[in-house]
Each structure stands twice: as C-alpha cells, then as structure tokens.
C-alpha cells in the first residue's frame, strides 16, 4: 500500500507539473508573437507625402522653365485663340441669320445666339488685352465644346460622320493644352511681384 501511495503521488505531481508547464507556454506564445511582430508603418501617409513632395517638384520645374513675358508682348497661342473666339462669334451671327441656330425652349433662338456671340468677344477682345480672366473663360468655353463633340459621337453610325467630331475634340483639346501654358505665363509677372514683396 505504502509503495502504490507514493506512486500515485508522483504521478500527480508529473501531471501537474506538465499541465502548469503547457499552460504557461501556451500564455506566453501569443505575447511572445505579438512582441515579435512590429507595428506596421504608416504607408498611406509616407506614400501621400512622397505624391506631394513630387508634384511640388515638378511645379517648380515646370514654373522655372517658363520664360517671362516682355512687356506688352502677348503669346502666340492667346492670338490664335483670340481669333478663334471671334470666328466662332462670326459663326453664331451667320447661323442666326440664316435660322439655323441653337434654339431655346420656347423656339426662340435670338436669347441664345447673343448670349454666346457676346462671351465669344469679350473673350476675344479681354485675350488680345492679355487678360488672364479672358484666357480662363475661352478655356471653359473649349471645355463645353469639347464635352458636346464627344456626346455627339455616341449617336453616330458610321465612321465618316465620326471625322468631323473627332478632329474637332483634338483640334480644340490642343488648343486647350496650349493655353495652359499661356496662362500661366500670364499670370508670372505678378506672381514674381508678389514673391518680392517683404
């Protein structure tokens, strides 16, 4: 009897001790990972700094290569669409002399045609002046034309009805990217008044 008690002891003791030995290594095993895994870096934030930090840079290349207007001289590209402004005026005088203009609502087209012809020349005339507000309302008209040619292509049938359209949007999209350009030229003197300034 006395043998057979110490050995149940034993027994009890080597399963205790096993059963407190997994369950602390069981607890430590998660802290001991969690320890080990580093916390992730904030990514998105470096990456948004980094997009920032390049379009900065390229903005500043792009300003330092622009060349400065001299005084009184007025880019090619505005001339040219200056001319343009006053062509398409011509255009909405001719179509609404011969009826065959944009109509209104009500049938009548005269409210649209002057509307038009009237931003058409101010646009006109505030280019030829090198007015930066001029160079950025014929930008809005080009984008408005553009937008109308490209829906205009979603009703044609054929490939010979899609020329004149497609010309179009380039056309007028070159013309838009050029002014960009001009625009910001435009605006240089000021800009580099300003920077003076204490």
């Known amino acids: 009897m006395g043998a057979r008690s110490r ?7 080597g399963e205790g001790t096993g059963t407190g030995t997994g369950t602390a290594s069981g607890t430590d095993a998660p802290a001991a990972s969690a320890a080990g895994t580093p916390a992730a870096p904030p990514a998105a934030d470096d990456a948004m700094r980094r997009g920032y930090a390049r379009g900065r840079a390229r ?13 009184g001289e007025r880019p090619r590209v505005v001339t040219l669409a200056a001319i343009i402004a006053f062509v398409f005026a011509a255009a909405n005088a001719a179509t609404a ?5 944009i109509s ?4 009548d087209p005269s409210v649209v045609t002057a509307v038009t012809t009237a931003l058409l020349l101010v646009a006109g005339f505030g280019m030829l002046a090198r007015q930066y507000w001029a160079v950025l309302g014929f930008e809005t008209i080009l984008g408005l034309q553009i937008v109308f040619f490209s829906l205009y292509l979603i009703g044609v049938q054929s490939l010979v ?10 056309l ?27």
Not at 7 to 13: A, I, P, Y
Not at 97 to 101: A, H, I, K, Q
Not at 161 to 170: E, F, H, R, S
């Open 172 to 198: 007028l999209g070159w013309l838009f990217w050029k002014l960009v350009s001009a625009m910001a030229r435009l605006q240089m003197p000021k800009r580099e008044a300003a920077d003076d300034e204490p």
């Open 7 to 13: 050995r149940r002891k034993r027994s009890g003791t």
């Open 97 to 101: 002399l011969t009826g065959n203009d």
């Open 161 to 170: 009805d899609a020329i004149i359209p497609l010309v179009a949007i380039g």
């Open 104 to 107: 209104t609502a009500s049938g």
């Open 59 to 71: 903005d500043d290349e792009i300003r330092a290569n622009l060349v400065p207007l001299a005084p």
